[in-house]
């Protein structure tokens, strides 16, 4: 089970939700072997306190952080229809 999000999935998601919601990030940087510029494979993980604002990088999602951005209905059992008042 994948635990964040891919790069496909973390650039859709970066199109409309904060970066500052994000608790990872894919670094863009030079492959030593290839001499190319491209993405890692796996992302960093990062503290917010310490984010470095970095144009190139794009912004990746844990699934907890994901779950904190539902809004999600609250039930209560007076709302469940109970029959008390």
């Known amino acids: 089970m ?9 650039k859709k998601l970066a199109e409309f939700l904060p970066p500052e919601s994000a608790d990872m990030y894919y670094c863009y940087g030079m492959d030593i ?3 190319e510029w ?3 494979d796996t992302p960093t993980i ?3 306190s310490n ?11 844990s699934l907890a952080a994901l ?12 709302k469940l229809g109970s029959g008390k008042e």
């Open 2 to 10: 994948k635990s964040y999000t891919d790069l496909y999935q973390s």
């Open 33 to 35: 072997h290839t001499k």
């Open 38 to 40: 491209s993405f890692d």
């Open 46 to 48: 990062i503290d917010n």
């Open 51 to 61: 984010r470095i604002d970095v144009h190139a990088d794009i912004p990746c999602w």
């Open 67 to 78: 779950l904190e951005l539902l809004n999600y209905p609250q039930l209560s059992k007076d």
